[in-house]
């Protein structure tokens, strides 16, 4: 910043670097925030999938109930219930798959 007639003076140079120091202590601090907010992200998911989890085998468990008591009105039901089922596991399968090939990806165990 300094101009050619008036070269930098040493207390200009501490100020500068001053500077850069806070500019670099800034962007790790805004990391780490950035890192703890996908940490609480990651926390808040896995507790709503546990919940939805836990919703599933529920209404799972209800279809085999009812197919126990009334097979004839419930199967063709618990058929397409069993389908999505599958589908949906060989999909959570696919997901965790890639999340693992990212993290390898990455550099990190």
Same mark, same amino acid.
């Given at each position: =910043?300094?101009?050619?007639?008036?070269?930098?003076?040493?207390r200009?140079?501490?100020?500068?670097?001053?500077?850069?120091?806070?500019?670099? =202590?800034?962007?790790?601090?805004?990391?780490?925030?950035?890192?703890?907010?996908?940490?609480?992200?990651?926390?808040s998911l896995?507790?709503?999938?546990?919940a939805?989890d836990?919703?599933?085998?529920?209404i799972?468990?209800?279809?085999?109930?009812?197919?126990?008591?009334?097979?004839?009105?419930?199967?063709?039901?618990?058929?397409?219930?069993?389908?999505?089922?599958?589908?949906?596991?060989?999909?959570?399968d696919?997901?965790?798959?890639?999340?693992?090939?990212?993290?390898?990806?990455?550099?990190?165990?």
């Amino acid at each position: =910043m300094g101009a050619k007639n008036c070269p930098e003076t040493p207390r200009q140079k501490m100020i500068n670097m001053m500077y850069i120091v806070l500019t670099a =202590m800034l962007a790790l601090n805004v990391a780490s925030e950035v890192l703890e907010a996908f940490r609480l992200i990651d926390s808040s998911l896995i507790h709503t999938l546990s919940a939805v989890d836990m919703k599933n085998r529920q209404i799972y468990s209800s279809f085999e109930q009812a197919y126990l008591e009334n097979p004839a009105k419930v199967q063709e039901w618990k058929q397409k219930a069993d389908e999505v089922q599958n589908k949906t596991k060989e999909l959570t399968d696919y997901i965790t798959e890639l999340k693992e090939k990212l993290v390898v990806y990455s550099g990190s165990e």
